[in-house]
């Protein structure tokens, strides 16, 4: 399977971005997903994740009430909705998808270690 994530850009703080992360080529029916950054010189962090049905998401501290995520099902994407964008967002974000059973509708993962899927990462830039 493969991740395109898109969207990334340059936006001024306080503002919006969408980033869409579409998946093709898949074999499998179900998968789970989540978003994760990386800004210059840390580590990779996690930032949020959905279920395949997309009744359970799950949020990072520090996006939790700006950021939402959610998903199309039939247009196999997922989007990562971030407003009131702040300087210390900016970061090369990730879509990740893990393939789950039928019966796990409602599993979503926050470990960047369960993921078996990635994207090529989009650059978000927010200026103060």
């Known amino acids: 399977v493969q991740l395109q994530a898109s969207g990334g850009g340059l936006v001024q703080a306080g503002g919006p971005l969408k980033l869409p992360c579409a998946a093709s080529?898949?074999?499998?029916?179900?998968?789970?997903s989540g978003w994760f950054r990386q800004a210059p010189g840390k580590e990779r962090e996690f930032v949020a994740a959905i279920s395949w049905s997309g009744g359970s998401t799950y949020y990072a501290v520090s996006v939790r009430g700006r950021f939402t995520i959610f998903r199309d099902n039939t247009k196999d994407t997922v989007y990562l909705q971030m407003n009131s964008l702040k300087p210390e967002d900016t970061a090369v974000y990730y879509c990740?998808?893990?393939?789950?059973?039928?019966?796990?509708?409602?599993?979503?993962?926050?470990?960047?270690?369960?993921?078996?899927?990635w994207g090529q990462g989009t650059q978000v830039t927010v200026s103060s």
């Open positions: 080529g898949r074999t499998f029916s179900h998968y789970a």
């Open positions: 990740a998808a893990v393939p789950v059973g039928e019966y796990s509708g409602s599993y979503y993962y926050t470990d960047d270690r369960e993921y078996d899927y």
